[in-house]
């Protein structure tokens, strides 16, 4: 079983930055590709940003360039610095954990967090 709790989201002006994080209750990094969704009201959740083994990263295009995720192995956790935010960027942002191996006894392969809102505004 992984825990996952994010943090960080708030409101922010069009053109500044925010920092989520968000704490696995175990390193799972290794064996695990983790990622940052986000729901704006009324669209699906889409995919942000994923990192596997803290190494090999992916951008969805509208952020590329402005946000970067990393991990903290020694804290167990995952960030997602967003800068230079716009309007868009609006939604709850939500981190989730994909075992990279399928898990026996019919165990969750995905974790998710409960989400944390961020709003850019002026």
């Known amino acids: 079983q992984v825990q996952l709790v994010e943090s960080g989201g708030g409101l922010v002006q069009p053109g500044g930055s925010l920092r989520l994080s968000c704490a696995a209750s175990?390193?799972?990094?290794?064996?695990?590709?983790m990622g940052w969704y986000r729901q704006a009201p009324g669209k699906q959740r889409e995919l942000v940003a994923t990192?596997?083994?803290?190494?090999?990263?992916n951008y969805e295009d509208s952020v590329e360039g402005r946000f970067t995720i990393s991990t903290d192995n020694a804290k167990n956790t995952v960030y997602l610095q967003m800068n230079s935010l716009e309007p868009d960027d609006t939604a709850v942002y939500y981190c989730?954990?994909?075992?990279?191996?399928?898990?026996?006894?019919?165990?969750?392969?995905?974790?998710w967090g409960q989400g944390t809102q961020v709003t850019v505004s002026s």
């Open positions: 175990r390193n799972i990094f290794s064996i695990a590709t």
């Open positions: 989730n954990a994909h075992l990279l191996q399928i898990q026996i006894g019919g165990l969750p392969r995905d974790y």
């Open positions: 990192i596997t083994r803290g190494r090999v990263t």
